[in-house]
């Protein structure tokens, strides 16, 4: 230790040498954005490794975000008339080849059960990758008569997917997830679902992850396989990628089809059900940590962190601090998520693994504070303090956390727009993948070979067709020149 630290140490400094190990272990976005996105997950405490390989440990940190998020989900669900259900996690094999497009679409990671204890199985079981087949299955027996519809369910549960690389949060081999499976008389109905539940979705990003999304429909490459039409959300992450968000697929009657669903409507004549699934997984958790992280850690919006006031009492072996702050934090409980960080760690430690954790506001207070009946509100976006009396707390904590959800939304926004770039041919196209990172806006004739040379030779992909966006910034397709037929957003994607 040098002569400096320990004078720094004497005088009580908060930045002390301990402190500054927290945050010195990550590693920063900027020199390598891969390896702060992991330190961030491993030293916020969100994830732990686990003896399955490219599976992961939601810690209780990280599974307490998943909860928010699913409890404000199920709450907007059930507003539309959802109701939950649950299905087996497993499907036999002969179930899962009935729809040709569909197994083809997941056979390469899809995981199959092949024994009962120590016995061979007489048919084998996959375990699910998604359970559009399970809901086939179930809604050809349910469904009768036109009275019967709709059926609107949802079912939240794990799933398994054989992914060769993974990623906390990003790409697990299992990973959590809500899916939404309906069924409608007619196909004007289940076209309406489709739109609201992706609208749904987007709302919820934006107003309670804060963060903007693009809405639009996948091309025919890149909609859900067995899918009449695939709509998403797209999100633009801090390194310039984009992270799909959410997606909601019209099947049509194709599903219905294969399965034998079928209802009497009014006039006794037998028809097909259309079909709806819908989703959104734990990957939401990695896009709000790309999407407003810093350097110093995790920045959770307030509406979906799960502690979103640290009160710090300072000196607090000081008579009457502990007991005030306990008083302050029992006070803001009945207003917002607070906590009391009362351990014997120093303030600056705690204010390092506060900021760390991206708890949203933390409150210090200290005996100078107590004597002038105030404390200090610091916000953890922006690391502004403000002063406020004790006596208006319990207002101006909501207040402040209501400015900090809006500003970390408009931020995001400001960030995203700034990286849209319009590229009217092949070169500008190019030039903006390697220079320019963030989405692309770029005419498309609808050929897919266009849509497979561009992933080829530059690794973009087409994110969306975009609904509110249509205007023709060129007359031409980007990549061959042809007259073109729709406006693409293009980028690289996690």
């Known amino acids: 230790m040098t002569l400096q630290e320990i004078i720094i140490l004497r005088k009580g400094d908060i930045v002390m040498a301990k402190d500054k190990k927290l945050v010195e272990a990550i590693t920063s976005m900027d020199v390598d954005f891969a390896q702060w996105y992991t330190d961030v997950v491993k030293k916020a405490g969100l994830t732990d490794y686990s003896s399955v390989r490219g599976c992961m440990v939601i810690k209780p940190a990280g599974y307490a975000i998943w909860e928010n998020i699913q409890k404000e989900l199920d709450r907007r669900f059930k507003e539309t008339g959802v109701e939950n259900v649950y299905m087996p996690m497993f499907i036999p094999e002969s179930l899962l080849n009935v729809e040709k497009d569909h197994v083809e679409g997941f056979a390469p990671e899809v995981a199959w059960v092949t024994h009962g204890g120590l016995n061979p199985l007489q048919e084998r079981l996959c375990v699910r990758p998604t359970s559009e087949t399970l809901f086939c299955d179930f809604y050809k027996n349910d469904i009768q008569s036109y009275r019967d519809l709709p059926k609107v369910y949802n079912q939240w549960c794990s799933v398994v997917r054989w992914e060769k690389e993974t990623r906390p949060f990003l790409r697990s081999r299992e990973f959590l997830w809500q899916e939404g499976h309906t069924a409608h008389a007619t196909a004007e109905e289940a076209e309406a679902r489709t739109v609201q539940m992706l609208n749904l979705y987007a709302d919820f990003c934006e107003e309670v992850l804060a963060m903007p999304v693009i809405r639009g429909q996948k091309t025919e490459k890149e909609k859900f396989a067995g899918a009449e ?266």
């Not at 695939?230 to 294969?258: C, V, W």
């Not at 810093?294 to 502690?307: E, F, K, N, R, Y």
């Not at 770029?442 to 992933?455: L, P, Q, S, T, V």
């Not at 031409?476 to 980028?491: F, I, Q, R, S, T």
């Open 229 to 494: 039409a695939t709509y998403t959300i797209e999100a633009l992450m801090h390194d310039g990628k984009a992270l799909q968000s959410g997606t909601s697929h019209n099947f049509g009657d194709g599903f219905a089809r294969a399965f034998g669903i079928q209802y009497t409507d009014k006039e006794n004549k037998l028809q097909y059900v259309h079909q709806t699934s819908w989703g959104m997984t734990t990957r939401l958790i990695g896009a709000i940590i790309m999407v407003h992280g810093d350097d110093s850690g995790l920045v959770l919006p307030p509406h979906i962190a799960p502690t979103q006031v640290m009160v710090i009492p300072i000196q607090q072996r000081k008579e009457g601090v502990l007991d005030t702050a306990q008083e302050v934090q029992a006070r803001l409980g009945k207003v917002c998520r607070a906590k009391l960080d009362d351990s014997d760690k120093s303030p600056g430690w705690k204010f390092s693994e506060q900021e760390m954790r991206g708890i949203p506001l933390r409150v210090e207070l200290g005996p100078k504070d107590i004597e002038n009946n105030q404390c200090v509100l610091v916000r953890r976006d922006t690391r502004e303090k403000v002063v406020v009396s004790l006596d208006e707390v319990e207002t101006k904590v909501p207040e402040l956390l209501e400015t900090i959800q809006k500003d970390m939304f408009e931020r995001a926004k400001a960030h995203r727009d700034a990286h849209i770039t319009d590229a009217h041919n092949y070169e500008e196209f190019c030039d903006a993948v390697e220079n320019k990172p963030g989405f692309i806006r770029g005419m498309w004739c609808g050929d897919r070979a266009c849509e497979d040379k561009i992933k080829e030779e530059t690794a973009a992909t087409s994110r969306c067709m975009p609904f509110n966006d249509q205007e023709h910034i060129s007359d031409v397709c980007v990549c061959c020149g042809k007259p073109a037929k729709k406006l693409v957003y293009w980028g690289k994607a996690y």
